[in-house]
């Protein structure tokens, strides 16, 4: 279960930012996740509880923004939404889709005291 190590990652994050800014407790930690990135949210949110159980992150919400996969179509030349890699362009059906967002897993901010 990598989520486990995601969330030590995290929390390593969390305890380098409070001792650069100087602050006590995190309350709230927002990230943004794309499908493509692997994650299962429901093990990441397990794993986020037994991670920072006794630290600075402890009792604090784990939110989890869940980002579209985007894509590039070569022939269309523009940017189109998809279901997953390897789908088709929705418009004009072509494979020559370069993703371009939606395996993302980072911080996106945190509410700290």
Known sequence: MHEMSICEGILQVIEDQAKAQQFAR?????????????????ALTFSYDVVTKNSIAHESKLEVI???????????????SVAARYEPCPDCGSYQVE????????IKDMEVE
């Open 26 to 42: 995190v309350k709230r930690v927002r990230l943004e996740i794309g499908p493509l990135a692997g994650v299962e949210l429901e």
């Open 66 to 80: 869940e980002l579209p996969v985007n894509g590039w179509c070569m022939p269309c030349a523009k940017q189109v």
């Open 99 to 106: 993703i371009t967002g939606g395996d993302e897993l980072r």
